[in-house]
């Protein structure tokens, strides 16, 4: 039978694998996952806040392309089992639709993430996010917003529902502030929910920078960066917010 070119190819590459790894089929051996060195105290403190975030860029653009890296996090859990030493903290909505990880093509050990509905902050999110940079290093605070988030949508449409009432009345400050031409203030004007999203990431950021002394200070020294961003979740592409 007549062997094609594309055959050939293959027989020749099968050729030059190591015998160990004989048993692995072609497509397998293409694909195998990376074993990422966890991130260390000193390749942390050699990293600056615009290194991080440039970093995260170019991950989000791997994500929208479909070019994830492939990562071993067997691998990686026990390299990290010693101590971890993230990058950044990513204050995000609980929506399961936003995989932080997969978002900025990070693998463990790289990001904290605080994640809680409308991505508000309160004195547990700031004590998290205190540790993250003070005590752990990490230089960089981001608040992920998102379209079509159902925190906002509820809260612009004043939702009572037992605890769910006190965290949505943290976003009304970015409700009251955004204004619509046509009047329609309501979950199903998808450009005033688009505007209540970017001032709740804002008045997220406010809130991080008045009710901590330390975050602050360490913004000041040129430590860290706090800064916004916006999720497309219909693009995957993330938008950081001056």
Do not use: W
């Amino acid at each position: 039978m007549k062997i094609t070119q594309i055959g050939l190819y293959l027989i020749t590459l099968a050729a030059c694998i190591p015998d160990s790894n004989k048993k692995l089929r072609l497509a397998d051996r293409q694909l195998m996952p990376l074993v990422e060195t966890v991130l260390t105290e000193e390749e942390q403190k050699r990293l600056t806040p615009d290194m991080i975030i440039d970093s995260l860029k170019a991950g989000n653009k791997r994500f929208v392309n479909g070019s994830l890296t492939l990562r071993d996090h067997s691998a990686q859990v026990r390299h990290a089992v010693l101590g971890q030493y993230p990058k950044a903290v990513v204050l995000a909505c609980i929506d399961s639709r936003v995989t932080v990880e997969d978002i900025f093509d990070k693998g463990i050990g790289d990001l904290f993430i605080a994640k809680v509905a409308g991505n508000v902050v309160n004195e547990d999110i700031l004590g998290s996010i205190e540790f993250g940079c003070k005590v752990a290093g990490a230089k960089v605070v981001i608040v992920l917003g998102h379209e079509y988030c159902g925190a906002i949508k509820s809260a612009i449409d004043e939702v009572k529902l037992g605890n769910v009432t006190n965290l949505l009345a943290k976003i009304k400050p970015a409700i009251d502030s955004v204004l619509v031409v046509d009047k329609n203030r309501s979950g199903k004007n998808k450009d005033f929910v688009h505007s209540v999203c970017l001032q709740n990431v804002h008045l997220a950021i406010r809130t991080i920078r008045e009710k901590s002394q330390i975050l602050s200070e360490m913004e000041e020294k040129g430590e860290i960066k706090i800064v916004g961003a916006d999720y497309d979740m219909e693009t995957g592409v993330v938008t950081f917010l001056e």
